[in-house]
């Protein structure tokens, strides 16, 4: 089991550029998270998807914030135009509906807009 | 306004002692309680945790204590070992489990020799 796996580990980019993060969960999880990690806000989560489908997206910050599950195996998280305080970690994590525990993490992004 | 909250940022104690983490919790929604174990560069991996009906879960040099009336947990590492030195995240959830996890913002645990 390669775990989740996320891509890129490292994002440098301009402020105003597009910024598209990837996501492949764990085979067989149905159900999968983005969480964004910052020294002020902690881990905070900022969407997610049961069977591909966004259930709860309070959590995305400004209308500049996007994600997408268009099967089972991929998502995306995309910023645009991305600014410098979008900089953070950003973890993708999976889990299957039954039971309580069970979240996985991938290794996470670091983004950073300057 | 932070739901889950973890109030020491950091804690240093020696090789061999008891390590003990607290988290608060203000949502009386919330009926299970994670722990998570992050090292630098790494995404946060599964530690320990304990369903609210139970005041206490114990696996290995682990144990997680839940106290529903004060909304208080705590993480004991008997003994603390070198590799336990990493930043832990408290986690909690409702809603059967579908939802997403609330997180402490951590607490930098430093295992000294």
């Known amino acids: 089991d390669a775990g989740v796996i996320q891509s890129p580990r490292h994002e440098v980019t301009e402020m105003g550029q597009e910024v598209t993060l990837r996501c492949k969960p764990i085979?067989?999880?149905?159900?999968l998270f983005w969480y964004r990690q910052t020294m002020m806000r902690g881990l905070e989560l900022l969407i997610y998807?049961?069977?591909?489908?966004?259930?709860?997206d309070s959590g995305m910050p400004e209308d500049r914030f996007s994600a997408k599950m268009p099967n089972a195996s991929f998502s995306t998280l995309k910023i645009q135009p991305s600014e410098p305080r979008d900089s953070a970690v950003y973890f993708c994590?999976?889990?299957?509906?039954?039971?309580?525990?069970?979240?996985?993490f991938g290794s996470g992004t670091r983004l950073t807009v300057v | 306004d932070q739901q889950v909250k973890q109030n020491s940022p950091s804690l240093s104690v020696q090789e061999g002692r008891i390590s003990i983490l607290n988290c608060d919790y203000t949502?009386?929604?919330?009926?299970?309680f994670l722990w998570y174990k992050k090292y630098p560069a790494e995404g946060p991996t599964f530690l320990i945790s304990?369903?609210?009906?139970?005041d206490k879960n114990e696996d290995g040099r682990f144990t997680v204590f839940l106290n529903k009336s004060a909304k208080h947990l705590s993480l004991h590492i008997v003994p603390s070992q070198p590799g336990d030195s990493a930043v832990y995240f408290c986690?909690?959830?409702?809603?059967?489990?579908?939802?997403?996890?609330?997180f402490g913002k951590g607490t930098h645990l430093i295992i000294q020799p």
């Open positions: 998807f049961n069977n591909n489908v966004p259930i709860d």
């Open positions: 994590a999976s889990r299957t509906r039954t039971g309580r525990g069970g979240y996985t």
């Open positions: 085979s067989g999880h149905n159900s």
């Open positions: 949502n009386s929604m919330f009926d299970y």
């Open positions: 304990i369903s609210s009906i139970k």
């Open positions: 986690a909690a959830n409702s809603g059967g489990g579908a939802d997403g996890l609330t």
